[in-house]
């Protein structure tokens, strides 16, 4: 046991993952001497050479597409976008190789990849550092988009995604990479599909992912202070989605909040809204709300604050719950 | 028809070999080695073609040079003190950043990079408005259209196929504007560049592609981007004139950038030149360069200082002397002190402006939103107040 950062648990994945499995490789932009812009890479050259990890000329949609070739020969490459906006030269080879060779082959062809992505923001970024792109992934039948919000998950959601043979695209949360944690590696927690209760509580649902997680357990532990005992579902896995995890904690609550830093209009926290109000009709005392990020641009530097979930709009919105059975008077103004 | 003509078969082999079409891929070609008009002491050596540009316009490329360097100190000491989120220096660059803007017009386009705060300058930007991305306040500070300059471009190597519609699109509307397109080495490997290069040629866009080629995009290597023998040389696929250049040589950035903006001003398409140079600061103050290159390769590079090197000329020229020198001097750190003084207020941006723009007219669902967080703003005003 001993306090390790959430970029030291992704190195060592990669490191292991390498130690275990000759056909692992990692390349991608500075990932190589640099050790990545996060050092998420570092040692990798050092450890199993050119051929197992390298830099590539700076063009990520020939990085994926070279990843995808790469594993049609046998290699199961892990690769890094530096950025979650400079992933986008890359949406190509992503949505119409990388999804779908599975399918348009009938299982002739697969793609067993990784993509490693630093996305979402609270870090102080200028523009196109600090994009919350998980729902276009998301949104693409193929793809499985894992985010790990604890240094464990970060270890054990890696190794398995290297190991899956589907590809992946791998979220990092960027503002948690130097968060750390007691932990002991290796270590294996629940498998891909399965949500975790943080916490449990009784009174209401939040159901977070990757940099909203924290947010969540923050809010629940201030909503203490007001009467309310929360439960905190952390999604782990984007795709596949755990309806029984979220389903089963609102059937007991009656109440449910989704949190997601990304843009709410037609984003992942849309889409759990409406599985949660599909199998939980019953049981709700409330409309599912979302507290989710601006339908703005990223905001630079100097206004990410207001644009990103924060504890008072996630209590906002519990207390908007409907607690004393009367309409939100939000929308009753409308 | 596939006969041949009787004439050519008739000729003389002689006659023959001199009618032989020249190689037209040849005119496009660069020269074998980067131009170079001063050697590094700074003394001059002839080269067919470039004529050196005219004393008044180099004394000014010299005075432009030291306050860019000036402003490029002064910002990354400001990133120290925390007033900037970040900075990527140009030191090291001047000759490119400030050569390159003086060969254009005000009426032309420049599409600069993150990398081109010091050139955004020199081309008579406001600094704090050059600034206002990397200090954290909005992604541009200044009027791209009334500066004909774009906004600073950091997904890399997208701005060049902007400068290539842009300057069709003049040229469509009557008019010689010229598109001055700023690169990497590393963003050559980027597909963007190679479409903005190859519409700018099919169309026969006038645009100036300017690489520079400070051997590393971040950590990488130049090896790593390509097996060229120079950048230039991807000119010549797409049909594109090219030339490469020292890039510390004041005189021959200047002397070159000019040939290629008369080249795109006159019609004849495209022109692309890659200038040799050095970053002599990390990346970005973020960046750990010892990671990736030795001292003893950033001291040889500050052997070949672009300042020294012109200062030098033209104190050989007899038009710059101490006096002169300490007068540009003198108004180079005037111009950091009132950066200083100006960068170290604080401007306060309203969160409420975060809705304005995002459409030219909002949604409603960004009405509703703004209304939001209007009411969110003032109930935290009135806690602020009942607590204070
Ligand atoms: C599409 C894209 N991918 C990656 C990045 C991250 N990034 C920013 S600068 C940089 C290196 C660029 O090197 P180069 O083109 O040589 O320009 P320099 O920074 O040396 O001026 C990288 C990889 C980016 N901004 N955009
Ligand atoms: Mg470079």
């Known amino acids: 046991m001993g306090t390790v950062t959430m970029a030291k648990a992704l190195n060592a994945a990669l490191r292991d993952a390498m130690a275990d ?74 949505a119409s190789h990388v999804a779908k060779l599975r399918n348009r082959t009938r299982g002739a062809l697969s793609v067993p990849i990784v993509i490693r992505v630093p996305y979402a923001g609270g870090i102080g970024g200028v523009e196109h550092h600090c994009d919350s792109s998980e729902g276009y992934y998301a949104h693409t039948p193929g793809l499985k988009v894992v985010t790990p919000a604890t240094v464990p998950d970060a270890y054990s959601l890696l190794r398995e995604a290297i190991a899956d043979p589907d590809p992946v695209v791998f979220m990092e949360p960027k503002k948690l990479y130097f968060a750390s944690a007691d932990a002991t590696l290796p270590v294996t927690t629940e498998p891909f599909g399965r949500a975790v209760v943080r916490r449990p509580g009784r009174d209401a649902t939040l159901v977070a992912y990757g940099p909203s997680v924290p947010v969540a357990l923050e809010a629940a532990e201030a909503a203490r202070g007001e009467g309310w005992d929360l439960e905190v579902v952390d999604l782990r896995t984007i795709v596949p989605f755990d309806d029984e995890t979220v389903t089963a904690s609102v059937r007991r609550t009656g109440r449910c909040v989704v949190i997601q830093e990304a843009q709410g209009f037609a984003g992942v926290g849309a889409e759990i809204a409406a599985r949660v109000q599909e199998r939980c009709f019953h049981s709700l005392h409330a409309p599912v709300l979302r507290v989710s990020g601006l339908d703005i641009p990223y905001p630079a530097p100097k206004l990410e604050h207001v644009h990103l979930p924060d504890v008072d709009r996630v209590l906002d919105a519990v207390a908007r719950l409907q607690w004393d059975d009367q309409p939100d008077p939000r929308w009753l103004a409308a | 028809m596939t006969t041949t003509p009787p004439a050519v078969r008739r000729a003389s082999p002689r006659t023959r070999r001199a009618a032989a079409p020249p190689d037209p891929a040849r005119a496009l070609l660069p020269s074998p080695q980067p131009v170079r008009l001063l050697d590094e ?253 030795d001292g003893a390769e950033v001291e040889a590079w500050g052997g070949r200082d672009p300042i020294d090197r012109l200062e030098t000329h033209l104190r050989g020229l007899g038009v710059l002397d101490d006096a002169a020198v300490a007068a540009i001097r003198d108004e180079a750190e005037a111009f950091a002190a009132d950066l200083r003084t100006r960068m170290n207020a604080e401007p306060t941006v309203d969160p409420l402006s975060l809705f304005d723009h995002v459409y030219a007219a909002p949604t409603p669902q960004l009405v509703e939103q703004r209304e939001q967080v209007r009411a969110e703003l003032a109930a935290a005003a009135e806690n602020k107040e009942v607590a204070g």
């Open chain 1, 21 to 94: 499995d000759d056909r692992v490789v990692v390349f991608g932009e500075d990932v190589g001497q640099l050790g990545g812009v996060f050092r998420i890479t570092d040692g990798l050259l050092a450890a199993y050479g050119e051929r197992r990890c390298f830099d590539t000329p700076l063009a990520e949609a020939g990085i994926v597409g070279f990843a995808v070739g790469m594993a049609m020969s046998g290699l199961r490459p892990v690769v890094e976008m530096q950025f979650d906006a400079f992933a986008y030269p890359a949406f190509e080879q992503i």
């Open chain 2, 41 to 293: 002491s700074g003394a001059r050596i002839a080269v067919a073609g470039y004529p050196e540009p005219p004393t008044d316009s180099l004394r000014e490329l010299y005075r432009r040079m030291v306050i860019g360097r000036r402003f490029d100190l002064q910002s990354t000491a400001l990133t120290k003190q925390g007033r900037l989120a970040v900075y990527p220096s140009a030191r090291g660059q001047e000759a490119c950043q400030v050569g390159a803007v003086m060969a254009v017009r005000d009426t032309d386009w420049v599409f600069p990079t993150y990398r081109e705060s010091m050139a955004l300058v020199s081309r008579g930007l406001d600094p704090v408005e050059v600034l206002t991305l990397l200090r954290g306040d909005w992604h541009c500070g200044y009027d791209p259209a009334a500066r004909r300059t774009a906004p600073q471009c950091t997904p890399l190597a997208t701005q060049t196929v902007h400068a290539a519609g842009l300057a069709y699109g003049e040229a469509q509307q009557g008019r010689d504007t010229v598109a001055l397109a700023f690169i990497g080495d590393g963003a050559t490997s980027e597909g963007d560049f190679h479409e903005g290069v190859n519409f700018a040629a099919v169309f026969r866009a006038p645009v100036v592609f300017f690489v520079q080629n400070n051997r590393y995009a971040i950590s990488v290597p130049l090896s790593r981007q390509t097996a060229a023998p120079s950048l230039a040389y991807k000119g010549v696929g797409y049909g594109v004139a090219s030339e490469q250049v020292d890039g510390n040589d004041p005189v021959a950035v200047l002397a070159v950038l000019t040939r290629a903006v008369a080249h795109a001003r006159a019609g004849n398409g495209p022109f692309l030149v890659e200038a040799h140079t050095y970053r002599m600061e990390p990346h970005t103050n973020a960046d750990d360069a010892s990671r990736y290159r």
